[in-house]
């Protein structure tokens, strides 16, 4: 059986700057991608689309709505439009574009929302989206991801690219662990089976899948065989590896850096649900908004650490017994 | 379909959009008769004359564009659209029923044709500049048309679509405001008053036209002085009068969005025949 021990979650850049050079290699091969952002260029990466071409470029100033749906006008008209801002205020103020000018009609618009999490970290709360996956996924038609490291985002902001319609893709702004080796393949709606395991399942995302694979190796120091799979894209959801897990290992703990009202958790029950009923247990964020502080304090007053996924799974481990 | 520069061809196409237009929102029983007819000689003259397109290939890449961001105008869109063989005319009465092309609003998933999914307000010109700015990515001579309702912009987006358009010299785009003064609430000048609306677009940097929008004459000009105005977008005002071309529906609140009864289409279409 695989081990953590092949996973040294060696410092890598955020997500939000992977996302910034693959656009930038994206709009190398493709003439039809275009950027545009609502003045945090430099903050989202979108600045190193923009300083290379220029001409492909729309800084729209501060109006999320208005760029939301420039984007979808230039969708509309045969571009492959990334529009990036901070999550919170791209899925919040660019709702309802989202909504009318991007799902409603099967637009291919791709959003880009960075900042996502508690993790932005001293900005506070105003700053931090932590509703997002739920936003977002509320969508007909809408592919949502969440990549969990530099070489996954890069590899998807490639495949949302391919993909024809609307797409979210989640980004940080803290450095995030790299996970995969250059070169992994990734495809959207198929999760990625980071470790195998018996007793257990992990379903992670995004900055949690790092610490999801630290708590598997801490489970089994304890004797409890974990299972881990990076649910990079959020809808569609991978049914089968979930549906597998439930059915192998009985019991699945998810993993988030969003509120557990609405986000991965409750979409991996559904599916657990309708297939193969099973203890779950759902490691986020519990209907609070977080606070300023450090990135890594806020991840651990607010029970997003690798502690907190053991101790869902020892409690899961524990359901499943009785 | 035949395009005509023709005024008084247009206002008989105009006359006969509007009979369409009772019809439809008739045999629908629920509709907007009095912001589809106001806005009447504003599409047809854009349709049948001033508009670069073909009904036999609407994905003409060199197509101009048209938007109906106040998408409750559906009615009058669907009639045009019809009438230049874009969709069946004889399936018109099907407005709002189950199954039919012609929804609520206009919805791309039922009309390929159109160039938008419309009917939350205030969204339109966004999307219009979208498609213009593609135009002159792609170096393409197509024009995108947008029309807008005087009570629309009250909407915050419509006014950053507005700042963005002048400074990124946007002028491949034309807004047309359908300003006829009345929304659903009552006249627009009791709800929230949007005047003086040519100091405003023009404070905001665009070419402001004033016109009386069922003048077609005057409706051909300002298309044409649009198509000539070159380093900024240009925004039509067209005056016009709610419920226009039936006595009892113009400049009445009520008929912002009721339907006509079977007894007032008859009268109605008395007056249009």
């Keep these: 059986m695989e081990t953590g021990t092949k996973y040294e979650l060696k410092p890598g850049m955020a997500t939000r700057e992977a996302f910034g050079k693959a656009l930038v290699e994206l709009g190398r091969v493709n003439q039809n991608v275009v950027a545009l952002d609502a ?190 799979l990076d649910m990079h894209t959020i809808k569609p959801l991978d049914r089968d590896a979930i549906a597998k897990a439930a059915a192998e290992t009985g019991a699945i703990v998810t993993a988030e850096e969003h509120l557990v009202d609405a986000g991965l958790g409750v979409r991996v029950a559904q599916v657990v649900a309708e297939t193969h009923p099973c203890v779950m247990e759902c490691v986020g964020i519990q209907n609070t908004y977080a606070e300023s502080g450090p990135p890594e304090a806020l991840l651990e007053k607010y029970g997003l650490v690798a502690k907190n996924i053991v101790e869902a799974a020892r409690k899961a481990i524990s359901r499943k017994k009785a | 379909m035949t395009k005509t520069s023709n005024v008084q061809q247009l206002q008989a196409i105009a006359k006969k959009t509007r009979r369409e237009i009772i019809e439809m929102i008739t045999a629908a029983k629920s509709g907007h008769p009095g912001g ?10 854009l349709y049948f004359d001033a508009l670069r397109h073909d009904p036999a290939n609407p994905k003409w890449p060199d197509r101009d564009r048209f938007l109906l961001s106040k998408g409750h105008a559906a009615p009058v ?3 045009v659209m019809a009438q230049c063989g874009y969709t069946p005319e004889d399936e018109l009465n099907t407005l709002r029923k189950l199954g039919s092309i012609y929804q609520g609003h206009p919805d791309v998933r039922f009309i390929p044709a159109l160039e938008g999914s419309t009917g939350s307000l205030g969204q339109g010109l966004s999307l219009g500049i979208g498609m213009a700015l593609a135009a002159r990515l792609d170096g393409r001579s197509y024009k995108t048309y947008v029309v807008l309702g005087d009570g629309e912009i009250q909407e915050g987006q419509v006014w950053e679509a507005a700042m963005f358009a002048p400074f990124h010299r946007v002028d491949n785009v034309c807004a047309i405001v359908d300003y006829n003064g009345i929304q659903l609430d009552g006249f627009v000048k009791d709800i929230l008053d949007v005047a003086p609306l040519g100091d405003k677009w023009r404070a905001f940097g665009w070419h402001v036209i004033e016109i009386d929008g069922h003048d077609i004459a005057a409706l051909q000009a300002a298309y044409a002085e649009f198509a000539a105005t070159k380093g900024q977008p240009t925004v039509i005002l067209a005056h016009t009068v709610k419920g226009k071309g039936v006595s009892f529906m113009e400049n009445n609140p009520k008929y912002h969005g009721v339907a006509p009864t079977q007894d007032e289409r008859v009268r109605a279409l008395e007056e249009l025949a």
């Excluded at chain 1, 509309?76 to 009609?105: D, H």
């Excluded at chain 1, 993790?119 to 509320?138: F, H, K, N, R, Y």
């Excluded at chain 1, 797409?167 to 195998?196: C, H, N, P, T, W």
């Design chain 1, 39 to 228: 003045d945090l260029s430099k903050s989202t990466f979108t600045s190193l689309f923009g300083k290379e071409f220029p001409d492909r470029f729309f800084e729209c100033g501060i109006a999320e709505a208005n760029m939301v749906g420039i984007g979808s006008g230039l969708a509309s008209a045969g571009k492959i439009p990334f529009a990036s801002s901070f999550s919170a205020f791209l899925l919040n103020k660019g709702f309802e574009q989202l909504r009318i000018t991007a799902a409603f009609p099967n637009v291919n618009l791709k959003a880009v929302g960075t900042h996502s999490g508690i993790s932005i970290g001293e900005d506070g709360p105003s700053q931090m989206s932590v509703e997002d996956i739920s936003l977002a996924c509320s969508l007909p038609g809408f592919t949502v991801l969440c990549p969990a490291d530099e070489v996954s985002m890069m590899a998807l902001v490639h495949a949302a690219a391919e993909h024809f319609g609307p797409v979210f893709i989640r980004a940080g702004r803290a450095k995030a662990a790299i996970i995969y080796a250059a070169g992994q393949k990734f495809e959207i709606g198929k999760s990625v089976q980071l470790m195998d395991g018996r007793d257990l399942t992990i379903i992670a995302t995004g900055l949690l899948v790092a610490e999801a694979i630290r708590a598997a190796d801490q489970l089994e120091a304890e004797g409890i065989s974990a299972r881990v």
């Design chain 2, 36 to 45: 589809s007819l106001s806005a009447v000689e504003i599409l047809v003259t």
């Design chain 2, 77 to 79: 869109l669907y009639s």
